[in-house]
């Protein structure tokens, strides 16, 4: 497995994209493409807000099978907590599942102790562990801690 170095780009603040764009929520709505890349963005800035007092950092994930993670937030002991992250649905949660565990069974036993959580970052209300151990996250119910 080889790891691919490129960086992922984030708008600090999707909100500049959106103003930008001129973007009417019914608008996104219509386009759940952008809406998605935007909420993507969102999400990991809400997660290096919440690493960097931790002392963590926030990476994106792909490696050379094609296998990526949209976040790996590292803390400076060495745990990690991986985040796909997705308007929601069922099929677009399983889908994250997949990769999620995926990349949990890709992992040296090294790094699978290491590992804290898989998790889907939602756009939904409800949020809940899986049966496979995958939590499902609602954005409005991150937190540092």
Known sequence: ?????????HFVDPSLATAALRARPDALLDD???????????????????AQPLGGTVYHYRDDSGLQVDAIVELGDGRW???????????????????????????????????????VVTAGAESYTRPDGVNAIALG?????
């Open 32 to 50: 759940l493409d952008a809406f998605d890349l935007l909420f993507e963005s969102l999400a990991v800035r809400d997660l290096r807000i919440y």
């Open 81 to 119: 907590s991986a985040f796909e992250v997705k308007l929601g649905g069922t099929g677009n949660i399983e889908k994250a599942s997949a990769s999620l565990r995926a990349l949990k069974a890709k992992v040296s036993e090294q790094r699978a102790r290491q590992l804290s959580t898989l998790n």
């Open 1 to 9: 497995m080889r790891l691919r170095v490129q960086p992922k780009w």
């Open 141 to 145: 119910h991150l937190f540092a801690g």
